[in-house]
């Protein structure tokens, strides 16, 4: 024990022996080119216009941008609906003594007008938003409002968007080739098979394309989602989320993401139409294809691409997980049901279905020559 004891008392003296001195410790002066982006950073910031109004009773700047400002819009619309229903019902305007109350209301009335529980979720997170308080564990918290949705949930849950056969797809895309549109039609493949969501395949600039160097892990070409330089992180507050272009039968992909990286400065966006002009054409395109009774919509590519993939054993769930960057399993459930997919298929008619079965050789062929 006495050995023991002496063993550590030497260790701690040789420890404070080359321990530096207090002067070594302190931070070194910031260089003067640190302290010019810093002010240029700062003089920025200042310019926000919201800092006019500085009512110590109004949210901050950075209170406000906790979430998006697309974000931000949609709840001040639901918060003005419960606002105008309230009036309309003659309870006067909300406030942090009847809030629970008049939202369970709100909600009752709304599930009994035939509207479906997401309509409640959307409530909530504005409400939560407007009034932190009202956050789980907060002082005004909404004991009565939540009760309420856990029941419109059991009576009328959210619908979900069921998954388009990749036949379809390629259908689709072929069709938006054959109108002259082949960028338009390589983004549909391309967000099928990358997970994305409209938004994300939009913000793709070239830089975010990155080319395979040939050699051990890094043969096959990737996409950079929020690049940390960009400053905007994604849904989940994720920045640098990365994908790669993993599967063989999507080779064919390689020769579009060539072209893009070749033709354009690094900084310049991937594609040049909007996402409401993709949208619009996506839509005519599918109506043309005679597939409007799966309800196609641009939003369904970045749950089919998973479907196809657990369907023919390409990935787990697991790793379907990471490559969509959902948070939570019960977000990536939904794809063990490979069933709803080939349900999918038996919904259109025997002439339709034969042209679907054709179309991912005749899509891979055309966007090969891109």
Known sequence: MSDWGG???RQRAATSRTRP???KLEKRPPKPE?????????????????????????????EMDSVR????????????VLVAWCVEQGL?????????ALVARWMEADFLDGQQSARGNKMIAAVRFAFPAARRGGQLSLPRAAKALKGWRLRAPTRTRLPLPWEVVALIAAR??????????????????????????HRLEVQDFVAPLGVGSHKRWCLVLFRFEGGLSSKTNEFDETVRMDLAEFSFLEAGLATITRRSPMSAKAFVFTQIEFAKNFGAAAANCEVEVLKPEPYQLRHSGPSYDRALGKRTLAEIKLRGRWKSDSSVRRYEKAGRVTQQLHRLSARVRAKTLNAPALIAKRLATL
């Open 69 to 80: 400002a697309t974000t931000r819009e949609a709840y001040l619309k639901m918060l003005a």
């Open 7 to 9: 063993k550590l008392v």
């Open 176 to 201: 938006l080739w054959e109108k002259g549109l082949p960028w338009m039609s390589f983004l549909t493949v391309l967000a099928f098979h990358c997970y994305l969501r409209p938004s994300e395949a």
């Open 21 to 23: 001195c207090a002067e």
């Open 34 to 62: 640190d302290e010019c982006k810093r002010a240029e950073r700062a003089k920025k910031r200042r310019a926000d216009p919201r800092l006019v109004d500085r009512d110590p009773r109004r949210d901050t700047i950075l």
């Open 92 to 100: 006067g305007k909300p406030t942090a003594r009847n809030l629970d």
